[in-house]
């Protein structure tokens, strides 16, 4: 099983990236999937989540800036990040859980099966 992020990068304040992370070894569509954030010396937090259903969860942090999707065909979850602020700073994960996410777990990296080596995405002042 491969997850491979990309996207990330250097911007400033009030700019926007894509995330993006391609999935292969895995039967994409029957896993729901997350993103989550590391800054440095924190633990891993909660960004977004895309249900293999169709629906999707935000961290409060990011409701209204960032919007996650997913294409089954090619095996892929994105992270559309607006109006970034620099408490956005961190390595950004993609996650795979084959288990329905639900409000407590879709918060917890421990419920995710497997996890991308993450991006990095730096937002300067």
């Known amino acids: 099983v491969q997850l491979q992020a990309s996207g990330g990068g250097l911007v400033q304040a009030g700019a926007s990236l894509r995330l993006s992370c391609a999935f292969s070894?895995?039967?994409?569509?029957?896993?729901?999937m997350g993103w989550f954030r590391q800054a440095p010396g924190k633990e891993r937090v909660f960004v977004a989540a895309?249900?293999?259903?169709?629906?999707?969860d935000y961290g409060d942090s990011v409701k209204g800036r960032f919007t996650i999707s997913r294409d089954n065909a090619k095996k892929t979850v994105y992270l559309q990040m607006n109006n970034l602020k620099p408490e956005d700073t961190g390595i950004y994960y993609c996650a795979a859980k084959s288990t329905i996410i639900t409000d407590d777990s879709r918060v917890r990296p421990d419920e995710y099966d497997y996890w991308g080596k993450g991006t990095l995405v730096t937002v300067s002042s």
């Open positions: 070894g895995i039967t994409f569509s029957r896993y729901d």
């Open positions: 895309a249900r293999r259903r169709g629906t999707t």
